[in-house]
Nanobody, 128 residues
Framework: VQLQASGGGSVQPGGSLRLSCAAS????????MGWFRQAPGKEREAVSC????????YYLDSVKGRFSISRDNDKRTVYLQMNSLQPEDTADYYC??????????????????????WGQGTQVTVSS
């Protein structure tokens, strides 16, 4: 099992980044996919998740309207488009896979379930 995240970097406030996470070693379409982040000295939090088929999404309140999650099951990849980045978005971002049944509520999958697979982090720094 491998989740390879990429796309992090340093940007100024108001800038944009697109994170990608390529999956291998498991049946990608059987998993909800999510992005989590952890800033220094803070607990990990769920940023955004997308359901197995891509129709349902969850967003942390502070990123609603600025971040957009999507997935391509053919490419076994999940994306996180991050716009209007703010210094408080600075963190290590991790992608993760959450095994769910097809109709499982995406909010519960993202917030309540412990992911089954984790990728390595990609650092996002927002600073002027």
């Amino acid at each position: 099992v491998q989740l390879q995240a990429s796309g992090g970097g340093s940007v100024q406030p108001g800038g944009s980044l697109r994170l990608s996470c390529a999956a291998s070693g498991f049946t990608f379409s059987h998993y909800a996919m999510g992005w989590f982040r952890q800033a220094p000295g803070k607990e990990r939090e769920a940023v955004s998740c997308v359901s197995r088929g891509g129709r349902s999404t969850y967003y942390l309140d502070s990123v609603k309207g600025r971040f957009s999650i999507s997935r391509d099951n053919d490419k076994r990849t999940v994306y996180l488009q991050m716009n209007s980045l703010q210094p408080e978005d600075t963190a290590d971002y991790y992608c993760a896979a959450v095994r769910t049944i097809l109709s499982y509520d995406i909010n519960r999958a993202c917030v309540e379930k412990e992911p089954d697979h984790w990728g390595q982090g990609t650092q996002v720094t927002v600073s002027s």
